[in-house]
């Protein structure tokens, strides 16, 4: 293999170390070019419902991570609801590829929960590809 330093671009920073829970991310959060012109996303997907109180109203999407922000939450508070008491659906990071037209010609290379793992499985897949890429 060569010696190639792939790049990190940021598209959105980490807020803080105690919110790198996918939760309070969507879309793009980073990406690499390689250099056969395909690129390499790690992307926060899926779908968020949460009801902050028994029997409360269902947040969706950035509305829920509004509510959570309004409430100070971070991480911890999120890791300490049970699946049955609050969680209804949560998104998670995921990293694709995708060609130089921007279609997706792969994806699922990775799944996590937290920014910083989605950071680093970026640089892991990148590298396996630009391997395969130029064997």
Same mark, same amino acid.
């Given at each position: 293999m060569?010696?190639? /330093? !792939?790049?990190?671009t940021t598209v959105k920073e980490k807020i803080s170390e105690d919110k790198q829970d996918s939760f309070w991310y969507n879309g793009d959060v980073a990406y690499i /070019? !390689?250099?056969s012109g395909n690129k390499m996303y790690a992307e926060a997907t899926g779908e968020i419902e949460f009801i902050f109180d028994v029997d409360g109203d269902k947040f969706k999407g950035q509305n829920a991570v509004d509510e959570a922000i309004n409430r100070n939450w971070t991480d911890e508070e999120l890791n300490a609801v049970d699946n049955h008491d609050g969680w209804i659906h949560n998104n998670w990071f995921v990293v694709i590829k995708t060609n130089a037209n921007g279609d997706v010609v792969g994806d699922d290379f990775a799944v996590v929960h937290s920014y910083d793992e989605a950071i680093e499985m970026l640089m892991e897949c990148a590298k396996e590809e630009h391997e395969r890429e130029y064997k």
């Open positions: 060569s010696n190639i /330093n !792939l790049k990190v /070019n !390689l250099l």
